[in-house]
Every structure is written in structure tokens, then in C-alpha cells.
């Protein structure tokens, strides 16, 4: 991939949204590309924190695993987001496994050398920790909802905000969101069961809360489940 290419698709993530052509071309020198077969991982949890990831295409899945072997799903990435937001300005190791879902293209930016180049130009620097500082606060949020929510109403707000960042807009104003997470993956993400979510989802389709098709599609309509956690 040559530079102007790789310059114009880091300038489309929102940690360099608001950078300029000198900013962004110092940011670029030091990138890396590279292509990712599926079921490869990127790293292992525990893997020394080196890289942080651009995703050109493709998919990936971000999970724990315990010291039983049982998996946390955390997030499955998609074209223009990166991981791991912990990356940049932490020592350490890698918190989780990044595993391949489908052939990605990744642009790697090498920690050590981000860090030199944000020494050099403060006014990035600035521009990187108000970024990061959006991220803080969507984890934060995240972790509120734990804790305040009950199970119930925890299921709801993943919907939201599964189909926020996944879901298509449909003629109607509903939206779509394909199959691509299990009931496993569901409960993973908010730390509950699956028998939980599927009992929750079986009472939500009686309530013409959502609608789901023959694929496992579902359709949903923001607004209505936003009503729902209000009148709980």
C-alpha cells in the first residue's frame, strides 16, 4: 500500500479526524500494513503491548479468557475502528486476545515510535487525548450500566448500542442488525447467561419489542426500547 493511501485511510479514524497533511504524514511514516488470514490472532492476551491496530477491512474479535478457559467476548471490530484503545501510553501487556474473523487488512502503528512523535509535536499530542478522552467516557458509561442497571435493562441498552454502531437504517426507521452476534456472544459482552438472553429476546419478540427473521436478523426501533427502559 503506498503512503497517500495509507495517509487517507488513517485520516478517516476519528483519533486522526482533526489532524493536518504534516501531522498526519508524521503518523504515517511509521505504519505498518499488513493482511491477516481468518482465524489468525493479531495478539494474545498476556503478548507484550507493542502495536496499536487500524482496521483497513475486515473483522476482528476482541475476548478475555479466564484461567478455566472460559471466554469473555469484548467487542468484534469492523473497518475503521482501532484496538486496543488501551494501547497508547500504558506499559505492560496486551488485557485480551484479537482474534481474525474474517481476511483483514490492519495498519499497525508501533507504540514506542507514537509516543516519539507526539513528543515532537505537543499540538497532536493534545489532539490524541481528547480522542481518547471521547473513548474513556463511552467505557465509563458502559460500566454505569452494569452496575445501575438491572439485567433486564442492560440487555435493552447493548440492543441500542449494538445497533448503533452495527445496524442499517430501514425504510421505516427501523433498524436491522444481522446475525452476527450468538446469544453466548450477547451474554459474554454484559457478563450474564445465555439462557438469560434467550428467555429476554423470547419476551421481547411476544411484546413486538423487536422482531427477529427466519436468519436471526432483528428488527428495532430505538425509540421504543428508549421508551421501555423509562417506564421500568
Known amino acids: 500500500m503506498k503512503i497517500e493511501e495509507i495517509k ?8 486522526f479526524r482533526d489532524l493536518n497533511d504534516y501531522e498526519l504524514t508524521k503518523v504515517t511514516d511509521i505504519a505498518i500494513v499488513r493482511e491477516w488470514k481468518k482465524h489468525s490472532h493479531v495478539f494474545l492476551q498476556g503478548d507484550p503491548l507493542e502495536n496499536v491496530y487500524f482496521i483497513k477491512s475486515g473483522k476482528v474479535k476482541i475476548y478475555k479468557s479466564d484461567i478455566s478457559g472460559k471466554e469473555q467476548l469484548v467487542n468484534v471490530m469492523k473497518k475503521g475502528e482501532m484496538f486496543p484503545h488501551v ?3 500504558r506499559k505492560g501487556d496486551y488485557p485480551a486476545y484479537a482474534e481474525i474473523l474474517e481476511p483483514s487488512t490492519l495498519i499497525a502503528i508501533p507504540i514506542l515510535k507514537f509516543e516519539s512523535v507526539l513528543i515532537e509535536n505537543p499540538e497532536l499530542c493534545i489532539k490524541v487525548f481528547r480522542v ?3 473513548k474513556i467516557v463511552d467505557l465509563q458509561n458502559r460500566l454505569e450500566e452494569q452496575i445501575l442497571n438491572n439485567t433486564y435493562e442492560q440487555i435493552i441498552k447493548l440492543l441500542i448500542r449494538l445497533a448503533q454502531k452495527y ?3 430501514l425504510e421505516d426507521s427501523t433498524i436491522l442488525l444481522k446475525a452476527e452476534f450468538t446469544n ?5 459482552m454484559i457478563g450474564t447467561t445465555r439462557e438469560t438472553i434467550s428467555r429476554t429476546l423470547t419476551k421481547m419478540k411476544k411484546e413486538e419489542l423487536i422482531e427477529v427473521d427466519d436468519e436471526g436478523n432483528m428488527m428495532l426501533d430505538i425509540d421504543i426500547l428508549m421508551e421501555e427502559i423509562h417506564l421500568i
Open 184 to 188: 453466548k456472544d450477547l451474554a459474554n
Open 132 to 134: 481518547l478522552g471521547e
Open 167 to 169: 445496524g442499517k437504517k
Open 87 to 89: 494501547g497508547f501510553f
Open 8 to 15: 487517507k485511510v488513517l485520516s478517516e479514524f476519528t483519533l
